[in-house]
């Protein structure tokens, strides 16, 4: 675990090494997915990466919900521990961005709806703003959705996600500008918000356009993990 | 050096750290679009075949 390569931080390594375990579940490899296998154990960096991840950290249980939910076992008593102190320890802060406080409103809907009940109950959820979901202009709009794409995940319900969905052509034009600028992360990050769309215009390509992005991105993990969510949860670009 | 004097150091740095993820800046790029790019080229192909300023004619006396 956390393979670090040259000049990447500790925490990047973390982060990518579970975007790669998630992914690679998301795929239906791997055997059985759990969080607390794909962290390094005793590290600080452990609860840091699952905040980075947010929702993500938390998507394979997306797949299996009754199994995850039905009962506290071993490995996910170990994550709802793992999830709390990534909640607890980095909380948004007063000056904290609207991309931030949606993350981590993320990964607190995907703790409530996919892990067991916490007995000592969940932070509360901090206000977030969805106004600029309707006034951002389009370029702005897909990058803020695309960092934000961990919250495109059956189950979340979240204003977020229904203000995406009245931006559907923007998002598709933040798609285009994206794979042209061959920002690939932020292309597989609107890419799956457009596949939980129902209005996606067939000119776009979503799918050919996916199986490109995943290609061109190399060996990004994070990229791995959007075009492996798109396909698995929306049946796009697989 | 004392682990309890840096631990509030190392966990600020990596808050920080945290935050640049969650909230990254998008990559520097030149975006053009592809209309103004158009505009742009056939502004400039109109000014390379547009016939040359007229001169005045030479005549035998001068």
């Known amino acids: 675990m956390a393979e670090q390569a040259q000049g990447i931080s500790p925490l990047s390594a973390v982060v990518a090494d579970v975007a790669q375990g998630v992914a690679l579940a998301l795929r239906g490899g791997g055997g059985s997915y ?3 296998d ?14 980075v991840l947010g929702a ?17 076992t071993d490995r996910t008593t170990a994550d709802r521990a793992l999830v709390r102190a990534a909640l607890t320890a980095f ?12 993350s981590y409103r993320g990964l607190l809907a995907a703790a409530r709806a996919l892990l067991p009940a916490d007995p000592d109950g969940w932070p509360p959820e901090p206000p977030a703003a969805t106004a600029w979901t309707a006034t951002d202009p389009w370029p702005k709009l897909a990058h803020r959705a695309s960092q934000l794409a961990s919250l495109a995940l059956p189950g979340l319900d979240t204003p977020l996600a229904a203000g995406l969905a009245e931006r559907t052509d923007d998002l598709a034009r933040g798609f285009v500008r994206a794979v042209r600028r061959r920002d690939w992360l932020q292309a597989a990050g609107l890419g799956r ?13 979503l799918d050919s356009g996916l199986v490109f992005v995943r290609q061109m991105s190399g060996t990004q993990p994070r990229v791995a993990l959007h075009v492996a969510a798109a396909a698995r949860f929306y049946g796009r670009g697989s | ?10 966990s600020a740095v990596l808050a920080a750290e945290v935050e640049g993820l969650v909230d990254s800046a998008e990559p520097e790029g030149i975006y053009r679009d592809t209309r ?26 001068s």
Request: net charge negative; aromatic share 4%; charged share 15%.
């Open chain 1, 56 to 72: 993500d950290a938390l998507a394979p249980y997306a797949l299996d919900r009754a199994a995850a939910t039905g009962g506290a």
């Open chain 2, 1 to 10: 050096m004392n682990s309890e004097l840096t631990a509030p150091v190392e």
């Open chain 1, 91 to 102: 909380a948004p802060g007063a000056d904290a961005s609207e991309v931030s406080l949606w």
């Open chain 1, 193 to 205: 918000w457009l596949a939980s769309a129902a209005d996606v215009p067939d000119t776009l390509g």
């Open chain 1, 34 to 36: 759990a969080l607390s």
């Open chain 1, 38 to 51: 794909v962290l390094p154990p005793d590290e600080a960096v452990a609860p840091a990466a699952v905040r």
């Open chain 2, 36 to 61: 103004e790019c158009g505009g742009g080229l056939l502004l400039a192909g109109l000014l390379l075949i547009s016939p040359p300023t007229p001169r005045p004619t030479k005549t035998d006396a």
